[in-house]
């Protein structure tokens, strides 16, 4: 059993990819093991309650499990996983939406993001020009990714985070090849400007 | 002299580019970039480069003083698709050039770059965060579904099965009636 595991340990994404999809249970465990840092991260940065993050994790990884027979090229398999990742999210967004007393994702949120940003680095006493020490620069970067409007925190997630191509972003969002690239200078810029005096 | 590899002559390209290598080792690359197509286009990418480096930021300087502001524009609508490595050889040449020519957009370049960074070691210190293993929990759900599936399957089978025994009761009893 001891070596067996270490074997699947062994085998690249490829390969566990392959027999996961020949119903290897083994192979799907080592899969989901590599690949709930990936998915538990980018929920992290993209989902406005902290509480959530765990349970979109699970949920986005279990579909990832049902669905592995359903992706074709193992090649795919990052851009694939994060079409689902990001189709749970949207999902979610909409439930949101449909529940009172909820931040909204429209354009609106700018206004909410900035204003939850501020507070948050007033909170720990973070001041301008001044390396903030009471926070973590990780949380700050956070704080300022949940403050962007909703299409440039996605596509900015998914470049940085997850390293996809433009081409696999805009199939990703169902966008053009150019809003891509225009949404991401635009996240950069405001990501850069909002953040600029405290990191 | 033992003959250089690859990555070594990679190192030294720049320095043979601008001649200031000593013979022996200037020759030993020649003989090499004679032999290895690969880092023959390294060396051609990188000439060009510093081609514009001289002559074409001379020539510009003389002709324009400063910078076109349609260049600069460019520049900055492309500075973050050109990071991403999205752009065309033609573009991706216009940004460099601007860089090595404008002290403020080589600036900017450079800021963008060390934002990225900064970015890439948040979302790396978040990854490692994660104390929680999902994958066995992933895999009982997974077995819990199916086995659901399956007993919905049995559930309706048996249905269908009362069902088709009921009709065929009822057509009897009436039949024989």
């Known amino acids: 059993m001891g070596s067996q595991k270490i074997q699947y340990k062994k085998l690249n994404i490829e390969k566990l ?10 192979a799907l465990e080592e899969l989901i093991k590599i690949e709930q840092k990936n998915v538990f991260a980018t929920f992290a940065y993209l989902s406005n309650k902290k509480e959530d993050v765990s349970d979109l994790t699970q949920e986005a990884l279990l579909r990832i499990a049902k669905n592995i027979k359903t992706l074709k090229n193992p090649k795919n398999f990052k851009s694939w996983a994060n079409q689902i990742v990001t189709h749970l999210y949207y999902d979610e967004l909409r439930k949101n939406l449909r529940k009172p007393n909820t931040i909204s994702i429209d354009s609106e949120t700018e206004e909410n993001g900035d204003l939850m940003l501020k507070n948050l680095l007033q909170d720990k006493k973070c001041k301008p020009n001044e390396k903030c020490l009471a926070l973590e620069i990780e949380e700050i970067i956070r704080a300022g990714i949940n403050s962007l409007p909703e299409p440039f925190k996605i596509v900015i997630v998914l470049r940085e985070l997850q390293g996809l191509s433009y081409e696999e972003i805009a199939n990703t969002t169902k966008s ?10 635009r996240a950069r810029t405001k990501l850069q400007q909002s953040l600029k005096n405290y990191i | 002299m033992k003959d250089p590899n690859c990555e070594q002559v990679e190192t030294l390209l720049q320095f043979y580019i601008e001649g200031s290598l000593s013979k022996q080792l200037s020759n030993a690359i020649e003989f090499h970039l004679n032999i290895c ?22 020539q510009y300087e003389a002709e324009n003083g400063e910078l076109k502001n349609s260049e600069l524009d460019h520049f900055t609508k492309n500075l973050s698709a050109y990071i991403d490595n999205e752009l065309g050889d033609n573009d991706n040449f216009r940004i460099r050039k ?11 370049l450079q800021d ?45 089978l048996f249905l269908s099965a009362l069902s088709i ?13």
Do not use: W
């Open chain 2, 37 to 58: 197509s690969e880092c023959r286009n390294k060396y051609r990418q990188m000439a060009l480069a510093n081609n514009v480096n001289k002559s074409d930021i001379k």
């Open chain 1, 176 to 185: 053009s090849l150019g809003t891509v690239k225009s949404r991401i200078a």
């Open chain 2, 98 to 108: 601007i860089a090595i020519i404008n002290q403020e957009a080589r600036k900017e």
């Open chain 2, 112 to 156: 963008i770059l060390a934002f990225r960074q900064i970015l890439q070691d948040s979302f790396n210190k978040t990854k490692s965060k994660l104390k929680k293993d999902y994958s066995e929990d992933t895999i009982n759900n997974l077995a819990f579904e199916g086995k659901r599936q399956y007993s919905s399957k049995i559930y309706y």
């Open chain 1, 17 to 26: 990819i392959e027999l996961a999809q020949q119903d290897d249970l083994k």
């Open chain 2, 165 to 177: 025994t009921t009709v065929i009761i009822i057509t009897l009893i009436f039949g024989i009636n």
